[in-house]
């Protein structure tokens, strides 16, 4: 097998062809976008909805890495010569698994148990990636990443100690995990297979999604709750 | 344990400014006393509604004192220093406490929260007194200002 090609600079990205130029910005713009989405959606609304000021600061903190995050890929974008504009979930459409409305903190703390989950997955992808600046970002991004979906997790294994939390905990994952499969795109889908070409992922969208699904299952049956079943895909 | 009189003065100030002033300060020793105050259940709700109204007030009118363009990148650029800030804390807080890095997260949480809201009064030009101002103030004296219930403000 042929080694890699590897960009480690942002002088070498300039000089490569422009198909992997453009895969990389996608995943800068993707991440870009998401990451301040998610944080304004979810994590700050969150602050509101916490039980206690412990839980009320950790979410803090929380979305503190999470607009962090933003700044770190808004910053590489711009490196990369990606307009601001274009970095904004004004322009670039956010994922779906952004449009789930939420209201309560069980729902807030089953987002992080399972969406960071994936974010996780997706993160550890580019974690041998090609070009290196984004390599190095996410090897930065990770331990935080980790974090979080511990976060979920051990609040929703507070919340399960009674029997209401758990109706709550359970409930939030039957109305959100149908929404977290999508996350990962389609099956042979053009854009990964371009990312594969050159280095920058890794993996199929078809892997990491069952990849995911095992995780997800232990996970919940860890809290002693259940994963629904989902649509065929 | 006994506070000092300056930092109890800010503390009195904090707490007059959030029209709490009958409110015993009640220092805590130790990382475990403060997730144990962090954590009661008696806190007070409405002063937390109160503090995230004010926030969205202040950010209302630090984009009309700044506009056109609002005051995002000020902001931002807020952050970025908070930041840099806040991942020293947690640094030092962990290696305070190196068994526990929820915590040390939970105070460099409620520094940033502090910094922030402390940012946005600044933006807004609001006055010296204001309770965003007198909250970081416990923050720059090395206190961590926890929980206030119906009876105690527990300081850390």
């Known amino acids: ?233 | 344990m006994e506070v000092d009189s300056h930092t109890e003065q800010l503390a009195q100030q904090y707490l007059r400014s959030v029209h709490r002033g009958n409110t015993r300060i009640e220092p805590v020793p130790g990382w475990d006393g403060a997730r144990r105050a962090a954590r009661d259940l008696g806190w007070d709700r409405e002063l937390l509604a109160a503090q995230i109204t004010e926030r969205h007030n202040l950010r209302r009118q630090a984009d009309e004192l700044h506009k056109p363009g609002g005051c995002a990148t000020l902001l931002e650029d807020s952050f970025k220093a908070i930041s840099v800030a806040a991942n020293i804390a947690l640094e030092t807080a962990q290696h305070a406490n190196p068994g526990d890095i929820s915590i040390a997260k939970a105070a460099v949480g409620a520094f940033s929260e502090a910094a922030f809201d402390t940012a946005l009064s600044m933006l807004t030009e609001t006055v010296a007194h204001h309770p965003a101002k007198l909250k970081f103030a416990l923050f720059q004296v090395g206190r961590w200002p926890l929980t206030i219930t119906k009876k105690q403000f527990f300081l850390f």
């Open chain 1, 1 to 233: 097998m042929a080694t890699q090609q590897q960009v480690k600079t942002i002088e070498e990205f300039r000089a490569m062809p422009e198909e992997f130029q453009g895969a990389v910005r996608k995943i800068v713009i993707s991440h870009a976008v998401n990451e301040l989405y998610g944080a304004q959606v979810f994590d700050e609304p969150a602050i509101a909805l916490a039980p206690d000021p412990y839980a009320k600061w950790l979410t803090c903190r929380v979305a503190m890495e999470e607009y962090g995050h933003h700044v770190r890929f808004k910053d590489l974008g711009t490196e990369l010569g990606i307009e601001l504009h274009d970095m904004s979930p004004a322009t670039k459409k956010p994922l779906s698994i952004f449009e789930f409305p939420l209201k309560s903190w069980a729902e807030f703390c089953v987002i992080k148990l399972l969406a960071d989950l994936a974010e996780i997955l997706q993160v550890e992808d580019l974690i041998q990636c090609s070009f290196h600046p984004l390599r190095k970002l996410a090897r930065m991004t990770m331990p935080e990443e980790r974090f979080h979906a511990k976060f979920g997790k051990d609040f929703c294994a507070e919340l399960c100690q009674t029997e209401q939390g758990q109706r709550d905990v359970q409930d939030a994952i039957d109305q959100y995990f149908p929404m977290l499969p999508a996350f990962f795109g389609r099956p042979k889908s053009r854009n990964n297979e371009i990312f594969r070409k050159w280095g920058i992922k890794q993996r199929k969208n078809e892997e990491m999604r069952a990849d995911y699904l095992t995780q997800a299952h232990k996970v919940v049956e860890e809290l002693g709750m259940r994963l629904p079943d989902l649509a065929p895909a």
